[in-house]
């Protein structure tokens, strides 16, 4: 064990001072982050197999509150997902660092907290099956804080989507939407991955947007994600419910509001 490690696990006195300090100019620049439109990278806590168990923490700071600030990060290095901010907790799975498609994956981030060693540690929602895990990794799984105000909302009733910005309404597009033998899954999503379809042959012409969502079926290559691309070659479909679980959208809807999905975004489904 090298002797700076040594010192992240039990560090002496002026450490503490240094970290406590540390977390404090954290919190104070964190606070008014609400309406920044980027937040700076956070030290990386190295990972401390000797923590003891720390449940208590206090949140350092909330990264995301559902309406006007969502924060979310790429993947830095492969490390377990707790269900709790203590390595002797039970691992949910691991940092995995692309999406079946081979984008840098993302991962939406929660909250913060610092435990009694002054390790970091990162509360984010995980991608994949099952639909809806959240779970704890230590700072240094990440990489840089980006933050974005916006967000899209799929209402599958009324075959609608609505994008907001700031929490104030910009766009409302139909859409179609999975048929009831394979439903598009309801919850909190986000988009992790968007790339230009320029072949107009293509069913998922002109764009499309892979989100964290996964159902039984659907029309993504491969199965299980659920995509927002366009209309696959059927407009008079929309707004109505004829995918295997994607969202579909009609070309010139898809122009005007897939620029604006950009990795991260949550789309909420209800």
């Known amino acids: 064990m090298t002797r700076a490690v040594s010192r992240l696990l039990a560090p002496p006195a002026f450490a503490r001072r240094r970290l406590a300090g540390s977390r404090r100019r954290v919190r104070a620049r964190l606070a008014p982050a609400f309406g920044a439109l980027a937040i700076a990278a956070m030290p990386a806590a190295a990972r401390a197999e000797g923590t003891p168990p720390e449940t208590a923490a206090p949140v350092d700071a909330v990264l995301s509150n559902d309406t006007t600030l969502t924060t979310w990060a790429h993947p830095a290095e492969v490390l377990p997902i707790y269900v709790a901010p203590n390595v002797h907790a039970r691992e949910i799975t691991r940092i995995r660092p692309y999406t079946e498609d081979g984008f840098p994956e993302v991962y939406l981030l929660l909250e913060s907290r610092t435990d009694a060693t002054g390790h970091e540690w990162v509360r ?45 309404k910009r766009l409302v597009a139909p859409v179609g939407v999975g ?23 293509s069913p998922y012409f002109p764009w499309a947007i892979g989100t964290s969502a996964y159902s039984v079926l659907t029309d993504w290559p491969g199965g299980g994600i659920v995509g927002i691309h366009g209309a696959f070659g059927e407009p008079w479909r929309i707004p109505g419910d004829p995918s295997h679980g994607c969202v579909r959208m009609l070309p010139g809807d898809l122009d005007r509001i897939a620029p604006l999905l950009s990795p991260g975004v949550p789309v909420d489904i209800v």
Do not use: C
């Open 124 to 168: 984010l929602r995980i991608p994949g099956r099952p639909n809806g895990r959240v779970g704890w990794v230590l700072r240094q799984a990440l990489g840089g804080f980006h933050v974005t105000s916006w967000r899209a909302r799929i209402n599958l009733s009324l075959r609608r989507m609505t994008l907001y910005f700031d929490g104030r």
């Open 179 to 201: 048929k009831p033998s394979t439903p598009t899954p309801t919850g909190h999503f986000w988009v992790r991955e968007r790339f230009k379809i320029r072949d107009r042959s």
